[in-house]
C-alpha cells in the first residue's frame, strides 16, 4: 500500500462482535496492526496508544489496532491491561493482505508466515497520508500523533 491508496474496502470485528467496513468509520484515521495480544511488544504498544488516545481524540483522528486475536481474547487483553484503545479482529486475514501485513518472518531460522508490526494514517478523505512499517515500539505511537497533529488544519 503507497501514500495516496485509499483505504481498503475490508471489514474487521470489533469487540463486541460487529463486523464493519473500514471505510465506513471515521477519518482521520490509524490503524495499527500488530501480531499477538499480550505478547511484550504488543502490550507496549497498546498501551503507548492508549496513553495518547485522548491526545488523538482531541484532534480528531480514531487509532484502531488489528491483530488476528479473537474478539475474547482482546477483551481479556484489554481488560488486563487497562486498554482504551480500539482493538480489532481480522478473522479472515483479508484485512492483513489488503494491507498487505501478511509476511513472511523468520525466528530462531524458521519461517513462517505472520502479521509485520505496521501502522497506517489515514487522511480526512480516506487516503493513506503515512505510513510505518516494521514497526520498532518505543516513541512509535508519539510519532504517529506527531504526523496526524501535521494533518489537521489550524
Known amino acids: ?39 511484550a511488544g504488543c502490550t507496549r504498544e497498546a498501551q503507548d496508544f492508549s496513553a495518547l488516545e485522548s491526545a488523538f481524540a482531541e484532534i480528531g483522528v480514531g487509532v484502531l489496532g488489528v491483530s488476528k486475536d479473537g474478539p475474547a481474547a482482546h477483551a481479556k487483553f484489554s481488560a488486563k491491561h487497562g486498554l482504551t484503545v480500539s482493538l480489532a479482529t481480522d478473522v479472515d486475514g483479508t484485512v492483513c493482505e489488503g494491507f498487505g501485513v501478511w509476511v513472511e518472518k523468520a525466528m530462531y531460522g524458521r519461517k513462517y508466515m505472520g502479521i509485520e508490526r505496521a501502522t497506517f494514517l489515514f487522511d480526512a478523505d480516506g487516503r493513506l497520508a503515512t505510513s510505518w512499517r516494521k514497526v520498532r515500539v518505543p516513541g512509535h505511537a508519539e510519532a504517529v500523533l506527531a504526523a496526524a497533529k501535521a494533518l489537521i488544519p489550524r
Open 1 to 39: 500500500m503507497n501514500d495516496g491508496a485509499m483505504i481498503p474496502d475490508v471489514a474487521v470485528t470489533m469487540p463486541d462482535g460487529t463486523v464493519v467496513a473500514l471505510t465506513t468509520l471515521a477519518r482521520p484515521l490509524v490503524v495499527y496492526f500488530y501480531p499477538k495480544d499480550d505478547t
